[in-house]
C-alpha cells in the first residue's frame, strides 16, 4: 500500500503565498516523478507542476514564475511553493506520484487533496 498525504493548503489574501508539502509512505522501492495537480469548481483537473526523479521540472503557463516545486528523495516529499497568489489560484490541490513498489509493481497515486483558497 502506497499513501499520499497533502498538507499546507488554507485560506489566504491576494498576493500571499502557501507551501504545500506531499509525503508518500507505503510500500515504496523508489518514486519516479512528483507533481501538483489542482481542479476549481466546475472545472477539469489541470497540471500545475511536476518534477522527475533527476530534478527536471514542468509548469504550467498560469504558474510559471510565481510558483516552485522540488522534492526531497529521501524522504519521498514534494513541494510546492507559492507566490503572489490570485483568486483564480483557488482550487483542491491534489499530490500524484508514480511509484514502484516493494513487490514490484508500478503505480500512479493520489493524495486525498488541500484546499487553496485565495479570497480577500
Known amino acids: 500500500q502506497v499513501q499520499l498525504v497533502e498538507s499546507g493548503g488554507g485560506l489566504v489574501q491576494p498576493g500571499e503565498s502557501l507551501r504545500l508539502s506531499c509525503a508518500a509512505s507505503?510500500?515504496?522501492?523508489?518514486?519516479?516523478?512528483m507533481g501538483w495537480y489542482r481542479q476549481a469548481p466546475g472545472k477539469q483537473r489541470e497540471l500545475v507542476a511536476s518534477?522527475?526523479?533527476?530534478?527536471?521540472?514542468n509548469y504550467a503557463d498560469s504558474v510559471k514564475g510565481r510558483c516552485t516545486i522540488s522534492r526531497d528523495n529521501a524522504k519521498n516529499t514534494v513541494f510546492l511553493q507559492m507566490n503572489s497568489l490570485k483568486p483564480e489560484d483557488t482550487a483542491v490541490y491534489y499530490c500524484n506520484a508514480g511509484v514502484f513498489t516493494i513487490a514490484s509493481t508500478y503505480g500512479a497515486y493520489w493524495g486525498q487533496g488541500t484546499q487553496v483558497t485565495v479570497s480577500s
Open positions: 518534477v522527475s526523479s533527476n530534478g527536471n521540472t
Open positions: 507505503g510500500s515504496i522501492r523508489s518514486v519516479s516523478f
